[in-house]
């Protein structure tokens, strides 16, 4: 028998968080403010699933089992009582998020691990209300398509077992401080107050800095993080770059210091070998040729899928 799980909120994110671990094949328990709600809310998550497998974006085998899978609960005691993981998305407020994981904590068996999926709340704050193993899951929406799901806390068990049951959802989990943004909303938030700036200071419309991006480094990122493309880049011409960028905008765009010391040691990247990444010499075609691959498939699939 399947593993029993319960999300608690079956909004945004929640739905698509229990249409992804129904789609897995765990029996999922839904539950939101009432009955009648998560009944609802349980029909359109079908619906949806339905129309994803229509769509051929998810497999046929596997969204025919959803219904039987996805259950509405008829409370939130009700959906956590035999779960051995729960996955809370109610409104990021702290009142309401306090509220809510104590329902669970007071519901759940002892042992059930208790994952929130708060964007930005401290999660020690959010504790106070669970005496149990608690971490926080934070996935990206849409759900069911995007791979990463963020893991912060510091139960070892709590974490391998949202590692074990999300592999098996097909989710790259990396595990990261429990702070203010986790990894990834800290540098997507950094990059879009930088594209703000230039749109309030009148340097571009928000098309021409979404066609920049799309079209430039945004084009590298499915397939290298920024400190692969620096090493790729070369990190002195990184560091000549950021000596320019300061003397126009200021401490934001100083050296950091990790880099200076790199290229002040001969460490240039790719090109002398090492970098932030530590590619090996001999392995420097290969990730070209993989570069340049990479970029030629990103080609035809963007030729393929247009845009809305
Ligand atoms: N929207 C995003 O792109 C996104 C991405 C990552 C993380 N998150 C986080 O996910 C969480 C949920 O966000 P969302 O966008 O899905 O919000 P949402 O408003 O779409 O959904 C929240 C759901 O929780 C329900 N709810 C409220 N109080 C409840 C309670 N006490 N018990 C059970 N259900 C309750 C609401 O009825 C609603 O259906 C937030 O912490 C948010 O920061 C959101």
Not at 103 to 113: G, K, L, S
Request: no cysteine; glycine share 8%.
């Amino acid at each position: 028998m399947t593993e029993q799980l319960a999300v608690v909120g079956g909004g945004y994110m929640g739905g698509g968080i229990a249409q992804t671990l129904a789609l897995a094949g765990f029996r999922v328990a839904l539950a939101d403010v009432d009955a009648r709600t998560t009944r609802d809310l349980r029909e359109k998550l079908i619906m949806g699933v339905q129309r994803y497998a229509e769509q051929g974006l998810v497999d046929r085998d596997a969204a025919r089992r959803v219904p039987e899978l996805l259950t509405a609960a008829g409370s939130v005691a009700e959906a956590v009582g035999e779960a051995v993981y729960v996955s809370e998305a109610v409104p990021e407020d702290l009142r309401i998020k306090r509220t809510a994981l104590a329902a669970i904590a007071t519901a759940a068996p002892e042992r059930t691990v208790i994952a929130t999926n708060t964007s930005s709340l401290p999660l020690d704050a959010l504790a106070e209300a669970v005496d149990r193993p608690f971490i926080a899951a934070h996935w990206f929406n849409p759900a069911p398509f995007l791979p990463l799901v963020e893991l912060a806390g510091d139960d070892e068990d709590a974490l391998a077992l949202a590692e074990r049951l999300l592999a098996r959802a097909g989710k790259i989990t990396v595990r990261v401080p429990a702070v203010p943004g986790f990894l990834a909303n800290r540098l997507q938030f950094a990059l879009f107050r930088e594209a703000a700036m230039i749109v309030e200071e009148g340097l571009a419309t928000p098309e021409q800095v979404d066609l920049v991006v799309s079209n430039s480094f945004g084009y590298r990122l499915p397939f290298f993080g920024p400190f692969q493309v620096a090493d790729i880049a070369g990190l002195d011409v990184y560091a000549a770059s950021y000596a320019t960028l300061v003397e126009r905008y200021g401490d934001r765009f100083s050296v950091p210091p990790s880099l200076a010391e790199r290229v002040a040691a001969g460490d240039l990247g790719l090109k002398t070998s090492g970098g932030y990444r530590q590619t090996p010499a001999d392995r420097r075609d290969a990730l070209q040729d993989y570069r340049d691959h990479a970029f030629t498939a990103l080609a035809a699939l963007r030729a393929k899928v247009s845009p809305a």
